[in-house]
């Protein structure tokens, strides 16, 4: 995670919070030729600052390009290759989100009534 969405997602606590969590965006990516990962942006900071805020950590989603060229050609990579691992990364991270908005419905919605 950069220094400067670091700085945003902190300076967005100060408001209103409305983050569901945090997601480690170009995260890695797999060597060509040997398939070891790559953290060319460091490792970790998203899962640090989820931490220290308190916010759930959503996933990390790998640098591929897989994903600009389905994006080119219009068609979600989950759709034209669904097997593949930045596919599962997304399908965890659309899972996690939904996991969260249930939980905030639940703490909005399900509250003990309390009668005076």
Not at 9 to 18: A, C, H, N, S, W
Not at 42 to 47: C, N, S
Request: net charge negative; hydrophobic share 40%.
């Amino acid at each position: 995670m950069d220094i400067a969405t670091d700085a945003h997602v902190r300076k967005e606590d100060t408001r209103v919070r409305k983050i569901l969590g945090i997601l480690e965006n170009l995260s890695f990516f797999k060597c060509l030729h040997c398939g070891e990962p790559w953290h060319i942006f460091g490792k970790g900071g998203a899962r640090r600052t989820a931490d220290e805020m308190g916010l759930s950590f959503l996933g990390e989603v790998p640098l591929e390009a897989d994903i600009r060229k389905c994006s080119d050609e219009g068609v979600p990579v989950v759709l034209s290759n669904p097997d593949s691992a930045v596919s599962k990364a997304y399908s965890d991270v659309a899972q996690k989100v939904v996991s969260r908005l249930q939980e905030l419905y639940e703490q909005q919605f399900l509250r003990p009534e309390i009668n005076l």
